[in-house]
C-alpha cells in the first residue's frame, strides 16, 4: 500500500489511552488522525493535550465525533473497550463495504485484581466486530502494545504486532500503517479466527507486568 493509501486513519474511541497513544505515534509518522469519541469535547481536549507533545512536523490530529471519523478515512481503528463494542458500533453507519476496520478490544475482566480472559460467542472480540460490520474488511492488531509506552514519545519500542484477518489487501494495509510507528514489526498471524488467540495474550502480560514490575511487550523468533 502506498503512503497516499494510509494518509489518513480514525480512531473510533480515540481519547482513551491507546487512542491517544496511537493518534501521538501515527502522528509523529506523519499520518494524519481523526481522533474520534463519543462527545466531541472531549476530543478536543484529548487533541489539545497530544499537540503539546507532538513534534513540530508531525501530522495534524484533528477532534471529531465518531461518526465524523468514520466518514473521513477509508481505514479505521477501534479503541473501544470489549464490553463497549456492542453498544458503539450499533450507532455507527459506513463501517461497510470498502472500509478496513482494525478490532483492538481484548475481551478480558479483573477477578480479584488479576487480569482473565473471557471468551464471546463469536469466538473473539474481531470475529464480533465482524458480525456487526460484515462488510468491512476486519484485521485484528494492536493487543499487545502498552498504551503507557505509546504514549510517551521518547520511549523506544522494540516489539511484535501480530494481526489476524481474511483478507490479505487488508492485512498489508494495516501492516504498513504499524510498520510507520518505530519499534513495531507486524508480524501476519493468519486468519481472522486465529484473533482469539491473539487477544488472549494481553491478560497475560498483565499479569507479567504486574509480577515483575515491568512493561512487556511480546517478539516472535525465527522470522
Not at 101 to 110: C, I, L, Y
Not at 114 to 142: D, K, N, T, W
Not at 180 to 193: E, K, N, S
Request: with cysteine; net charge negative; glycine share 10%.
Amino acid at each position: 500500500m502506498s503512503a497516499d493509501g494510509f494518509a489518513t486513519v480514525a480512531l473510533v474511541g480515540g481519547t482513551g489511552p491507546l487512542g491517544r497513544g496511537l493518534a501521538a505515534r501515527w502522528a509523529a509518522a506523519g499520518v494524519r488522525v481523526w481522533l474520534g469519541s463519543r462527545d466531541p469535547v472531549r476530543a478536543e481536549e484529548s487533541v489539545a493535550k497530544l499537540r503539546s507533545s507532538l513534534p513540530a512536523d508531525a501530522a495534524p490530529i484533528t477532534p471529531a465525533g465518531n461518526q465524523q471519523a468514520v466518514d473521513l478515512a477509508q481505514l479505521v481503528v477501534l479503541a473501544i473497550p470489549y464490553e463497549a463494542l456492542e453498544a458503539q458500533l450499533s450507532g455507527l453507519t459506513g463501517l461497510g463495504a470498502g472500509r478496513v476496520v482494525v478490532s483492538t478490544a481484548v475481551p478480558m475482566e479483573f477477578r480479584g485484581g488479576v487480569p482473565v480472559a473471557i471468551h464471546p460467542e463469536a469466538g473473539s472480540a474481531a470475529q464480533m466486530v465482524r458480525s456487526l460490520c460484515p462488510e468491512a474488511s476486519v484485521v485484528a492488531a494492536l493487543h499487545t502494545v502498552a498504551a503507557s509506552q505509546l504514549l510517551h514519545l521518547d520511549r523506544r519500542l522494540d516489539e511484535d504486532v501480530l494481526l489476524c484477518g481474511d483478507d490479505p489487501s487488508a492485512a498489508e494495509q494495516v501492516a504498513e500503517l504499524v510498520a510507520r510507528i518505530q519499534g513495531l514489526r507486524p508480524v501476519a498471524a493468519g486468519a481472522l479466527a486465529n484473533a482469539a488467540a491473539c487477544e488472549g495474550i494481553t491478560p497475560l502480560l498483565l499479569t507479567l507486568n504486574r509480577l515483575h514490575r515491568a512493561t512487556t511487550g511480546i517478539r516472535i523468533t525465527g522470522i
